[in-house]
């Protein structure tokens, strides 16, 4: 598949409308966003407030399109010599529609070589090792174990039995990975029109630090069009799921059954508690803790303990607890 200009990207999303032109015969080369921009990459605005963060950052020459509602905007976009900027009336769905080409592009341009095995690596026989994919020094692949095409894996690492390790996944040095987990899945992202849920195409892939572990029967998606982050020294328990985007810290610990959100940021050293969780688009500052069972649904600065539904600071939602217990016990 060739690589697109943006009359290709009109004619697959008609609607686009052609707003400041420097040099929209370029190629577009991948989907980016404002985390991992690239060279002429393509990057969506939805919102006012992503429109700020993109006007306060450097970026570098890419293709930009906005929401129909941000066109009055769109001059302020002129200081990045854009190849081009664009407006979609339903941004949405062009997000859905565009990703598709783009993420069949990433895939077919995986060099088809065989992979680069340590050796000192040991791939057990009924693992599974993809094409342009490399094995570091004195990793064991258990029976099972699944690396799909173009991953990075360090050395002294442990995939067990059954674990699946998507394309586009890169691992530092000193990871384990438990039983049934699945790494770079995509993330569950859809935009509704007319009855229908139209995917949108995950290619973002993983990227995990050194000395990181995931327990069995853990998730962590693919991000959409950059890598979800996992930092050094993090530690999930079993059955923990991190949608896609998220990035979490050092040596971040997330006990059983937790959930987090997509696009969520997790600082160095934040715990979660079991059977807690996280929304979507919110951030934790450094050391947070949020006690079992609590339901985060703001952000909250560095060192806040949290507890409860939705999760308050922990002496003040005990407070609470108390208070409502004690007016429950009156005599009527």
């Known amino acids: 598949m060739r690589l697109m200009k943006f009359e290709d990207l009109q004619k697959i999303v008609p ?19 404002l985390d991992f921009p690239s060279q002429n990459g393509l990057l969506f605005i939805k919102n006012k407030k992503y429109l700020n963060r993109v006007l306060e950052s450097k970026l570098p020459v890419l293709g930009i399109i906005l929401s129909e509602k941000l066109e009055s905007e769109a001059k302020d976009l002129e200081k990045f010599n854009p190849l081009f900027v664009a407006t979609a009336t339903n941004i949405d769905l062009a997000v859905s ?25 040991k791939v057990h026989e009924g693992a599974f090792v993809g094409k342009d994919v490399s094995i570091g020094e004195n ?15 360090g050395s002294n690492c442990v995939l067990y039995p059954n674990t699946s390790i998507y394309p586009f996944v890169e691992m530092g040095d000193d990871v384990r990975i438990h039983s049934g987990s699945v790494i770079g899945a995509d993330g569950f992202g859809y935009n509704h029109d007319a009855g229908v849920h139209h ?23 693919g ?20 949608g896609h985007n998220c990035r979490l810290g050092r040596g971040v610990m997330i006990c059983g059954h937790v959930a987090i959100g997509g696009s969520s940021y997790l600082d160095d050293y934040t715990v979660f508690g079991g059977k807690s969780g996280m929304g979507d688009n919110m951030k934790l500052g450094k050391g947070c803790q949020v006690a079992g069972g609590a339901l985060v649904n703001t952000d909250w600065p560095d060192g806040t303990v949290l507890g409860g539904h939705p999760a308050r600071p922990l002496k003040e939602w005990m407070r609470g607890i108390a208070f409502v217990r004690k007016e429950s016990l009156k005599k009527k």
């Open 15 to 33: 609607n686009l409308k052609l707003i400041t032109e420097s040099n929209s015969t370029s190629e577009i080369l991948s989907i980016c966003d």
């Open 97 to 121: 529609f565009l990703s598709k080409p783009f993420y069949e592009l990433k895939y077919s341009s995986i060099l088809q070589v065989e992979a680069k095995i340590a050796a000192s690596a």
């Open 139 to 153: 990793t064991v692949l258990h029976p099972g174990a699944v690396v799909m095409d173009n991953c990075v894996i």
């Open 199 to 221: 995917k949108v195409w995950h290619m973002g892939g993983v990227k995990i630090g050194n000395s990181v572990e995931v327990g069995a029967n853990s998730q962590i998606d």
């Open 223 to 242: 991000g959409t069009f950059s890598p979800t982050v996992i930092g050094d020294g993090t530690k999930l328990d079993n059955n923990v799921q991190i």
